[in-house]
């Protein structure tokens, strides 16, 4: 009886791994000579530039420093360290041999030319909600208008079994979205739009998405915020934290300018989207995506931020005058910080209330800290507007001590065993873009 338990299930197993095996294996697509640009119109080349722009394309797969789309940008995950490809037309180590079937697999199904499985850092699921000819454009630009860099990819730092890409299909089973993109009947044209480049191109949960143990994006809380290279992207929906609700038109200010004098500055991973991603679409196009994140958010567009009570406390916060002799945080606030962080009776663009930011209001310190240790550089929030970071001038203890005073004067509680996490932020790795 023992032996035919052993050998039914020796059975099943041997039958179960022939047919995943059937599952996971994927045929190689024979190489090609790169295409000429007089193959695409310039129409479609130049619409192929605006989605990889899009897309954070160029952002993603290159270096700080480095040939653009050369590939080996790092990416630290719970998983191990990985490396960006070369996606030039570079024949031997970059995609110059790949056919536009062969592109628009990987972009649907994340499987390489050669048939392995690409790790799931590259946000396919997402590209797979793309119309065939916005992915036919971006080939296209790819393929003709950048140029062939040779530079290898290098190994990445995925220990094993986790490095077996026969295994990620496994992943893709369990947790890929393989759905196309279906239009909400029940949405306006312009709503959908901006749900077709949220969801597809610019992958916009691919950063705002909380995941699951094996990385799997949560879709049950869809854009209700997640940890991302070090920061936190935070909630879109209306689980946010923010004090003043996110309005259509507080998007596109965002969006276009790279700050919400309601909410706070783009600074880290957020600051290439608008201003090396999203700046590349049309107008319209912000305001499609701005109008379907507001939707997320359940903001009343009619609500005036200017008369929110919220508003109005942290105006009037900056003229209670703490007994700086007694509170270090208050003291270094004040002489570090509050020549900047000044409003009068109204809010200033570009002087932004740190009680008032998002940032403030998050459970864990990690954006704040972030940009006391490092700033806000002139190619991030608001053009040509910069903070000076304060990494070499501030302490572990006055960080936290400021960071512990701000929270308190936003009415949050403290962050539990700050100033710890300070030093664990002021040493993580640093993303530079």
């Known amino acids: 009886m023992l032996k035919r338990i052993v050998y039914g299930v020796s059975g099943a197993a041997i039958v179960g791994l022939g047919l995943f095996s059937l599952y996971a294996w994927n045929s190689s697509i024979d190489p090609i000579t790169p295409p000429a640009k007089t193959d695409y119109s310039p129409q479609v080349i130049a619409q192929g530039k605006t989605l990889a722009a899009a897309g954070y394309c160029s952002t993603c797969h290159t270096p700080p420093g480095g040939t653009a789309y050369a590939g080996n940008y790092e990416m630290h995950t719970e998983f191990g360290t990985i490396y960006s490809s070369n996606i030039t037309p570079d024949v031997e180590t970059g995609i110059g041999s790949w056919s536009e079937e062969a592109f628009n697999r990987a972009m649907r199904k994340g499987v390489s030319r050669d048939g392995h499985h690409l790790l799931p850092a590259f946000p396919f699921e997402h590209f797979n909600k793309m119309t065939d000819a916005d992915i036919s454009a971006i080939y296209a630009y790819i393929m003709t208008s950048v140029p062939a860099v040779n530079q290898v990819k290098k190994e990445n730092g995925i220990p094993f079994p986790l490095n077996i890409r026969w295994l990620q299909a496994g992943w893709k089973l369990l947790f890929a979205d393989t759905d196309s993109f279906q239009p909400n009947e029940n949405k306006s044209e312009q709503w959908n739009r901006g749900a077709y480049l949220a969801e597809g191109i610019s992958h916009c949960g691919a950063c705002h998405t909380p995941r699951n143990a094996l990385g799997g994006e949560k879709y049950d809380q869809m854009y209700e915020g997640a940890p991302i290279d070090g920061w936190i992207a935070p909630s879109l929906t209306s689980t946010s934290t923010s004090p003043i609700p996110w309005r259509s038109q507080d998007f596109y200010e965002y969006l276009t300018t790279?700050?919400?004098?309601?909410?706070?500055?783009?600074?880290?991973?957020?600051?290439?989207?608008?201003?090396?991603?999203?700046?590349?679409?049309?107008?319209?196009?912000?305001?499609?995506?701005?109008?379907?994140?507001?939707?997320?958010?359940?903001?009343?567009?009619?609500?005036?931020?200017?008369?929110?009570?919220?508003?109005?406390?942290?105006?009037?916060?900056?003229?209670?005058?703490?007994?700086?002799?007694?509170?270090e945080g208050a003291r270094l606030y004040a002489t570090a910080c509050q020549a900047c962080h000044y409003s009068s009776d109204k809010l200033v663009k570009g002087r932004p209330l740190l009680t008032l930011g998002s940032a403030t209001h998050l459970e864990k310190p990690t954006?704040?800290?972030?940009?006391?240790?490092?700033?806000?550089?002139?190619?991030?929030?608001i053009r040509g507007v910069v903070m000076p970071g304060f990494r070499d001038a501030l302490s572990d203890q006055d960080i936290s001590a400021i960071a512990a005073y701000l929270r308190q004067a936003a009415g949050e509680n403290t962050w539990p065993n700050l100033q710890q996490q300070v030093f664990e932020i002021r040493n993580q790795p640093r993303f530079e873009q």
Do not use: C, W
């Not at 201003?275 to 507001?294: E, N, T, V």
């Not at 200017?306 to 105006?315: D, E, V």
């Not at 954006?367 to 929030?381: A, K």
């Open 367 to 381: 954006n704040l800290i972030n940009v006391i240790l490092d700033g806000v550089r002139n190619d991030q929030g």
């Open 258 to 327: 790279g700050n919400s004098p309601y909410h706070g500055s783009a600074a880290g991973p957020m600051a290439p989207v608008m201003h090396k991603g999203l700046s590349a679409l049309p107008d319209s196009d912000i305001q499609a995506i701005s109008l379907y994140f507001a939707d997320h958010s359940g903001a009343d567009e009619s609500d005036d931020p200017a008369l929110n009570s919220n508003l109005q406390a942290a105006i009037a916060v900056q003229h209670t005058q703490t007994d700086l002799r007694i509170d």
